[in-house]
């Protein structure tokens, strides 16, 4: 089938209109009126990825990071952006981004539901019409009451994480979370003035996260690939289920950094 017919059902889904103004979204590299059989899903267009689905022999690589975020002005192989478009283009290979778009029509209720939150509302709005309200994360009530340790460790397991960074009281106790995936920084007083007491995001860089529990909330940093991974497996069933006679693949999920 033709890749503007695979857009056609993405943007239906996950309508562009929703990213945020500074995004970038949409077919980033490709013909829409190429022929698609093999769709090779990842977080992030990287050497790695991109060998894979070269590998897989894929006619669309469909990512949630946009490859391309801000102009260029040369595309040569003497840069690893410009190595990279050029690959695709000489493998066939179409690439689409939905970011900030399924960030606020996808993922914030995916990760809400890994977390098992209930009575969930927008962390923060940036969308209304006709009195419905979207936006990126969500805030709700925890599955239990639990400690601060014991609401990491559920992270943990939910996400299925080696580790996650948490500032904080660890024998807090916890009944309602927010949670944004990626780099949530912005999004601590959102958290706050939701009445959450533990914002579960990623990238919190050393000060947010020790003045956090001073500011009357803990944080639970899982990564900002380790809550957003999700895309890839969530993405792989939406697909199959529209297309079942297409082949899809992801990127197995491994965290793009080594602990030593």
Partial sequence: MKCKEIIQTLERLYPPSF????????????DEESQISRIFLALDVTDETLHAAVDFHADLMITHHPMIFSGIKQVN????????I??????NIACYAMHTNFDICGMADLS?????????????????DSGRAEGIGRVGTLPRRMTLRECAGFVKKALNLSHVTVYGDMDQSLNRAAVST??????VAKAISSGAEVLVTGDIDYHTGIDAPSRGIAIIDAGHYGTEAMFIDFMRQV?????????VEGMPVKEPFTWM
């Avoid at 990213?19 to 490709?30: K, M, Q, Y």
């Avoid at 192989?77 to 990279?84: D, S």
């Avoid at 539901?113 to 923060?124: E, F, I, K, R």
């Fill in 182 to 187: 990626g780099s949530g920084k912005s999004m």
């Fill in 19 to 30: 990213a945020e103004d500074w995004d970038n979204v949409g077919l980033l590299v490709g």
């Fill in 112 to 128: 809400a539901g890994y977390l098992q939150l209930t009575d969930t509302s927008v962390l923060d709005v940036t969308f209304e």
């Fill in 239 to 247: 697909l199959a289920g529209e297309y079942p006679q297409l082949i």
């Fill in 77 to 84: 192989a003497g840069n690893y952006l410009g190595r990279r």
């Fill in 86 to 91: 050029i690959k695709m283009i000489k493998e």
